[in-house]
């Protein structure tokens, strides 16, 4: 069993930064692929980033490819979304993820644990 919990969000101008972090329970961090996650207003969850157990290999949406980037920290049992040149179209609810394996999963249902979400709002 894996708690995660999101901290980070906020609102930001457009082209400003945020640094989501997600906190997770339990010894077994290392186990999980991380995901990132996000979902709009009227609009299904969608696929950020994901990171293996490892860390060494990482995979993004090409919405965000250039702008933000994923990474972990096995010792803290902590995974980050650091996003950069934020776009009001970055604006909704992003969630973290987790999936024992060491593959990098972009599916929703692929996930076995949640958090709850952090609200970001990116002004124009």
């Known amino acids: 069993q894996v708690q995660l919990v999101e901290s980070g969000g906020g609102l930001v101008q457009a082209g400003g930064s945020l640094r989501l972090s997600c906190a997770a329970s339990g010894r077994t961090f290392s186990r999980y692929t991380m995901g990132w996650f996000r979902q709009a207003p009227g609009k299904e969850r969608e696929f950020v980033a994901a990171?293996?157990?490892?860390?060494?290999?990482?995979y993004y949406a090409d919405s965000v490819k250039g702008r933000f980037t994923i990474s972990r920290d096995n010792a803290k049992n902590t995974s980050y979304l650091e996003m950069n040149s934020l776009k009001p179209e970055d604006t909704a609810v992003y969630y973290c993820?987790?999936?024992?394996?060491?593959?990098?999963?972009?599916?929703?249902?692929?996930?076995?644990?949640w958090g709850q979400g952090t609200q970001v709002t990116v002004s124009s």
């Open positions: 993820s987790a999936k024992m394996g060491d593959y990098l999963y972009i599916r929703p249902h692929e996930y076995d644990y």
């Open positions: 990171i293996n157990r490892s860390g060494g290999g990482t």
